[in-house]
């Protein structure tokens, strides 16, 4: 019944800044985590940044002091506000939900492992960045 729709990709020249946006339709919920994740070369999702319905956050130190992750929550929008672009930040980039359990809403939580109808992931947004 939720759904996740990410926008805002597109391509930029290293040093430069992008703004993505996850916007949440359906049923959604008063206690939850919600992050950005990246995909690039390889399969494997890396975890960028999270906030939880209290608006508390965590990021990856790969991008601390670079992104900036915020939400809107009467416009049900997430948003990941990324300077400082790096050629190894290109990839997908794809927001997700799931219930909050506390203390576990970080980018090295487990409940991003959970692989039931609770988590909600969006079809993602590709992100390219050229030196």
């Known amino acids: 019944q939720l759904q996740l729709v990410e926008s805002g990709g597109g391509s930029v020249q290293s040093g430069g800044s992008l703004r993505l946006s996850c916007a949440a339709s359906?049923?959604?919920?008063?206690?939850?985590?919600m992050g950005w994740f990246r995909q690039g070369t390889g399969k494997e999702h890396e975890g960028l940044a999270t906030i939880d319905s209290n608006g508390r956050v965590n990021y990856a130190d790969s991008v601390k002091g670079r992104f900036t992750i915020s939400q809107d929550n009467a416009k049900n929008t997430m948003y990941l506000q990324m300077n400082s672009l790096k050629p190894e930040d290109s990839g997908w980039f794809y927001c997700?939900?799931?219930?909050?359990?506390?203390?576990?809403?970080?980018?090295?939580?487990?409940?991003?492992?959970?692989?039931?109808?609770?988590?909600?992931w969006g079809p993602g947004t590709q992100v390219t960045v050229s030196s």
């Open positions: 359906g049923l959604t919920y008063s206690s939850y985590c």
């Open positions: 997700a939900s799931a219930p909050l359990r506390p203390g576990q809403c970080t980018v090295v939580s487990e409940i991003w492992d959970d692989d039931g109808d609770d988590n909600h």
